[in-house]
């Protein structure tokens, strides 16, 4: 690696390029990790040096030509992040950079760095975020030579409601390009619909949540987490969702925000209803709190159709086994009865996921697939024309029991499922 004029340099090869400076100075860096200046010369604007098998054994060598007095040729340490001020607050640092939960996007991150030996690289900061496709505005005006502190700005003021983890990052001017990579996490509360009215983004504490008009996919449980989804049966038909036909705002403080979706359906063949027998009306209510990592939700089938039964159940995220107030379980890989056991944990089923918990007075059960359902109380209602069957739960990102057990009393402190 060349150090401020970029080339690879191959064993026993003489190079030339443009001089930067007239005193052309050539520091090498050894096999063995310290400098040594070599023999160089200055010829018609030129450098040029020679290096030999022994200088760069596998077909690289890093040099640094016309060394600036700012330039620490020996540094191997990265820079130190020493604090971060969000619009105007300082924020304290403990191994990792955990924002919480925002109220609103962050207009301005300022990411204050040191280094004990070099200047900071304006080139190299930036913060990156999974599931976010448009770059961060940064300034890094207050980066660079010859000052080994400085700081970087990160404006994040379009970044709409969600959970985001990622990376921060900076290196020094050192040869070695030092490079400091420190996690970043945080929240933004509140709900965000798309301009199409079909998708509705939903944020809590750590939380992200999101519901499409997909009948199998209706719900999603963070980013890249498992789905659930609504089944109701009105005179024998399987209904899911077919369409968002509205999204309303119910509430919208700074403690709660909430939507009530109203949605057409579709049968199992993803055929519109029209039938008059099988009509049915659903809606569902979805709320976050800033107190709390779980979506509340209250879904609706209103039967319009003659008095019958109706028959509703929510399913089927997968768990690693699944936990419950009593202890641990496997799967029997049938249809099981678990009952009113007020919370289920579902261990991540991969490596690197988050588990799922899910939290309800109504009772819960194993499906064949090895994956969870929730049912009303009966099963099945008789329903009288424009009657309501009601579900009511919270789902929420968890690694581990003792997470769900402890939103699950929350929500029994505030005297929700009641």
Known sequence: MLRTAAAILIAGALLTM????????????????SWQQIEAQVTDGAIS??????????????VVINKPDWMVLEDETPPRLTGV????????????IDLGGLAEAPKGIVFEIADEQNP????????????????????TSRLGPPEKRGSFTVSLADLPPGAYAG?????????????????????IFGIQVSDDGQRVRLAGPGSSFEVNAHKQQFLRIGAGGPTMYLTAQNAGNYLYVREFTGVETIEDSAQAKAVRVSCSLQDIDDNPLETEAAATEVTYDLEVRSDLPCLLVACRAKNLGDKQSVYCFWGWPPGEGYVTPDGEHEWKMEYAEIGQVGWVYLPPTRPGATGLGWISPLPFGESRFGTMLLYTEPKHIETETDGVVEMQFA??????????????DKLAEMGWGH
Do not use: W
Request: aromatic fraction near 2%.
């Open 49 to 62: 040096f020679r290096l030999g098998p022994e200088q760069a054994p596998d077909g690289q060598a890093t």
């Open 18 to 33: 443009g001089a930067l400076a007239q005193e052309g100075t050539v520091h090498l860096r050894q096999v063995d990790g």
């Open 167 to 187: 990376h921060v990052e900076v290196a020094d001017l050192s040869p070695q390009g030092n490079l400091a990579r420190v996690p970043i996490s945080f929240s």
């Open 85 to 96: 001020v969000i619009d105007g607050k300082l924020t304290e640092l403990a191994g990792e």
């Open 395 to 408: 789902v929420m990102p968890a690694e581990s029991a003792e997470q769900v057990a402890t939103a699950a």
């Open 120 to 139: 900071l690289d304006p080139r190299s900061a930036r913060i990156t975020l999974a599931d976010v496709v448009s770059a961060a505005d940064v300034d």
